[in-house]
């Protein structure tokens, strides 16, 4: 019967059946690893032999604490991937790191996620691990403590990611190809990070996060000469600013690239422009999100404040205000932050988008914009498919920005005479013959969509 049902199998088949063994296992890796060892080997013996034939059909390895089986599931998928070069990434406790253990010598990405320390991964050596992330599962941290590895333990490492403290090691060499690390300085119920060394372990590092729970000394932090490559930094503080401040000071002059902040506490706007002026005092960029603030200086050197925005307010950036070039902001949120008289001396530039709210309370922000030198104003609304959504934000934008407009000054107060340019994005082009529009005419000199002009001012 057995036999019959195989002959009968081949002949459905068809073409499937009549394809080199290669395209047919590489069809079969299209489908999910488990998909494969449920369905695809119990086809037939022929669609079998195939899948077991090829070990990198079995290589990928995605398994959560959700996967039905999960023990005997990583088990077949570790058999049949024999020896070749495996991609982990599971849910990790004890029984599923004493499978993964002996096959650690033959993983070249391991991320895992776990309520176990992290020391067993490093119980065999890993000659070919190009990344390894462990992510703690509950709170971050917690009552984990690290000691790496000499750097011979994974020669071609490229990418760390740990979820705790960590030591570095003393000998073994350096960790010459990581180009990503990622722990955390200071936890609860472990001894804090002592760093100073980071870049002599990892001379390559072109991305660096940092994470805190508690203040850190300043002398345990990296202080050794920077790798030259080292473009991106992350801080992510649950303590308050003074860590920020401090990593910020001891590294001003370094030229990152990208500067990442996440903090819950303080008001850190005046250190990240502290840094951004030990390369110079030209004008920057300042693009106030729903949530977030990214400041952007002349050298292109950006700084992102992550859920910044109920934590701070321009009064941060009053000292540096005189050499704002450009604003970029959220319609709404820069609304809130128009308490007081803002002097912009050098800004030609505001961005407004939307959604544009339409209940706002311009009577409560009375404060001004002082823009001598704005030359553009752009208004770039919220995409909407529905026709009627689309309209009431376009009319919602002309409501917000006529207000905004009144309460654009001249230095010594009184009102902007006129906006040189006011530019609509393509969304507004069917809008801007409404009526409810006809008061940027006597606002405005010239009125473009993007770089298309549509009205200009004759001189009399």
Do not use: E, I, Q
């Given at each position: 019967m057995c036999d019959v049902v195989e002959t009968w199998n081949r002949t459905a088949c068809g073409v499937m059946c009549r394809l080199p063994t290669e395209l047919l296992a590489q069809s079969f890796s299209w489908l999910d690893p488990l998909e494969r060892a449920a369905k695809v080997t119990a086809v037939s013996r022929y669609f079998r032999s195939v899948a077991l034939a090829y070990p990198a059909l079995w290589t990928q390895i995605e398994l959560s604490d959700r996967t039905p089986g999960l023990y005997d599931a990583l088990a077949l998928l570790l058999e049949r991937s024999r020896g070749a070069t495996l991609n982990v990434n599971i849910y990790a406790d004890e029984v599923v790191t004493a499978l993964l253990i002996p096959h650690v010598p033959r993983m070249r990405t391991l991320i895992t996620q776990e309520t176990l320390t992290t020391p067993w991964i490093f119980e065999q050596p890993a000659p070919i691990l190009e990344v390894l992330e462990v992510r703690r599962v509950g709170i971050p941290s917690d009552g984990l403590h690290t000691v790496l590895p000499s750097a011979t333990w994974a020669p071609v490492l490229r990418r760390l990611e740990?979820?705790?403290?960590?030591?570095?090691?003393?000998?073994?060499?350096?960790?010459?190809?990581?180009?990503?690390?990622?722990?955390?300085?200071?936890?609860r119920g472990v001894p804090d990070t002592d760093a100073r060394a980071l870049f002599e372990v990892f001379p390559s590092l072109e991305i660096l996060k940092l994470s805190f729970s508690g203040i850190v000394s300043v002398d345990n932090l990296p202080n050794t000469r920077f790798p030259a490559q080292l473009m991106e930094l992350v801080l992510d503080d649950d303590a308050g600013y003074d860590n920020i401040t401090s990593v910020l000071g001891l590294w001003r002059g370094h030229p990152f690239r990208v500067v990442n902040i996440?903090?819950?506490?303080?008001?850190?706007a005046i250190p990240v422009l502290d840094h951004m002026r030990s390369f110079g005092t030209g004008l920057w960029h300042f693009d106030l999100t729903r949530y977030d603030w990214v400041l952007k200086s002349e050298h292109d050197i950006v700084y992102e404040l992550v859920d910044y925005g109920s934590h701070g307010g321009f009064d941060d950036l009053c000292d540096s205000l005189h050499t704002l070039g450009s604003m970029s902001a959220y319609a709404p949120a820069l609304e809130e932050q128009l308490i007081e008289r803002l002097n912009m001396p050098s800004l030609h530039s505001i961005t407004l988008r939307g959604a544009f709210s339409g209940t706002s309370s311009w009577d409560v922000y009375k404060g001004k914009l002082c823009v001598p030198e704005l030359q553009t104003l752009r208004l770039d609304p919220e995409r909407y498919d529905k026709e009627d959504w689309q309209a009431v934000e376009l009319r919602n934008c002309s409501r917000y920005t006529e207000q905004l407009v009144r309460r654009l000054a001249l230095t010594d107060g009184t009102e902007l005479p006129k906006i040189p340019r006011l530019v609509f994005s393509e969304v507004a082009r069917p809008y801007v013959g409404e009526e409810y529009w006809a008061w940027i005419y006597q606002r405005a000199s010239s009125v473009y969509i993007e770089d298309e002009l549509l009205w200009q001012e004759i001189d009399s």
């Open positions: 740990l979820p705790s403290t960590f030591v570095l090691p003393r000998s073994g060499g350096k960790f010459d190809r990581v180009t990503y690390f990622s722990g955390y300085m200071t936890a996440r903090s819950a506490y303080g008001r850190l």
